[in-house]
Every structure is written in structure tokens, then in C-alpha cells.
């Protein structure tokens, strides 16, 4: 079962940071954070994770707070070919499935 | 990152008919392997887990007689529809997971089409 929140659509002008939010409410202590994407009609590509340190790498920056409650995603320069959807999924490291919600369709718009 | 490859990339098969699905993982050897589906505009649904050499286990709703799940190797795993319905017409995602790591690899996906 999903146990995150996150808003079903936005919009980023292309060159701009996109800051995707997700609320996980009820994480647990042994949960990390993971995100997906998946562009249209192709399998969902990793993108990162974190357990509650802010982590950042080649293709975005994940920033957790201090509660773990929730995090946001951010892609500092958006482009076109960032439009996707984005999954906020959580699971224990040592945990098999991934139960995915309905994540947030994300526009890149010129 | 790691990478998993899907053949076929798209089906369209007869209704009553049977259809196998193989999902490899071709640079790390996969311990667990996970089945999705998805209809359109909505989200991957998880519909099974299979562990290299063991029984895949089957999420709730999911008919383990229909859906045959085999996972023979660390590098292969099988779906296979049987009695195909239009019902079945779906996209199906497979993934792979090594024993060191939590990040899940995923397919490129397979259409499945049942007329």
C-alpha cells in the first residue's frame, strides 16, 4: 500500500528549478525515501534516496526534513525532457516491494 | 545504473491463448525480481515478487494460476499469461534487485494486447 501523498500534476517553466513535494506521514525509522520517474509508455527510471540527510547527485537533490514527514524533490534546471511522472515511494533499505502511488505528473513547459 | 531489457517490447496475441514475458538483467545479477502492471493513466501495481530458485509470491488479487511467474536464474525471470483475456491488454514492468542495494532496476516494459 502507498503510504505517501503527493499533488497529482504540475507545471515548470523549462530552465527553472522544479521542487516536487511528497508527504509521508507516517514513515517509520528504518524507511528511506525513493524516487521514480517514469516518461510516457517507458519503465520508471531511479532517480535517488535518502534516509534523512539531504542527498544530491547528478540528477536532483533530495531534501528530507528534520520530522521525515515529508521531502521534496527538486530538479535545479528543469528541461523538456524532465517532463514525467514522479513516484515518492518509502521502504525499509532491506525491504523488497516497492508500492507505488500515484505520483505527480510534471509538465516542462518551454 | 544497472540495466534490465524486456522481450518483448510489445504482444498482441488472440484471446485463449498463452504469452511469455522474459525480463533479464543484463550487468548484475538480480536475487529478487518483481512483476507490475499498468492500465492506462493510472500507476504500477505490484503483482508479484519472485526470489532466484523459490516460488514467486503473489500480492493479494493477483491469480498465480494465470500469471506464471519463473525466476530459474539471477539474470532471468519469466512471466507467462495464460488464457489471455482483453481484460489482460496491459503494460507490463519488470525489475530487478540485488542483495546489496535498495534501488529497484526496471524494464522498458512489455504491451500486452489480447483481442
Known amino acids: 500500500d502507498a503510504k505517501t501523498t503527493q499533488p497529482p500534476s504540475m507545471d515548470c517553466a523549462e530552465g527553472r528549478a522544479a521542487n516536487l513535494p511528497c508527504n509521508h506521514s507516517?514513515?517509520?525509522?528504518?524507511?528511506?525515501v525513493y524516487w521514480y520517474r517514469q516518461i510516457h509508455s517507458q519503465g520508471p527510471q531511479y532517480i535517488i534516496h535518502g534516509l534523512k540527510n539531504n542527498e544530491t547527485n547528478e540528477m536532483a537533490s533530495l531534501i528530507i526534513t528534520e520530522d521525515r514527514k515529508s521531502s521534496t524533490l527538486i530538479l535545479p534546471h528543469a528541461t523538456l525532457r524532465d517532463t514525467a511522472v514522479y513516484y515518492c515511494i518509502v521502504r525499509p533499505n532491506t525491504g523488497n516491494q516497492f508500492y507505488f502511488g500515484t505520483g505527480t505528473s510534471l509538465t516542462v513547459i518551454p | 545504473g544497472a540495466v534490465v531489457s524486456q522481450h518483448p517490447s510489445r504482444v498482441i496475441c488472440k484471446s485463449g491463448t498463452s504469452v511469455k514475458i522474459e525480463c533479464r538483467s543484463l550487468?548484475?545479477?538480480?536475487?529478487?525480481m518483481f512483476w507490475y502492471r499498468q492500465f492506462p493513466k493510472q500507476s504500477l501495481m505490484l503483482m508479484a515478487t519472485s526470489n532466484e530458485g523459490s516460488k514467486a509470491t503473489y500480492e493479494q488479487g493477483v491469480e498465480k494460476d494465470k500469471f506464471l511467474i519463473n525466476h530459474a536464474s539471477l539474470t532471468l525471470s519469466t512471466l507467462t499469461v495464460t488464457s489471455a483475456h482483453p481484460e489482460d491488454s496491459s503494460f507490463y514492468i519488470c525489475s530487478g534487485r540485488t542483495g546489496r542495494s535498495g534501488e529497484q532496476y526496471f524494464g522498458p516494459g512489455t504491451r500486452l494486447t489480447v483481442t
Open positions: 507516517t514513515i517509520s525509522g528504518n524507511e528511506y
Open positions: 550487468d548484475f545479477q538480480a536475487t529478487t
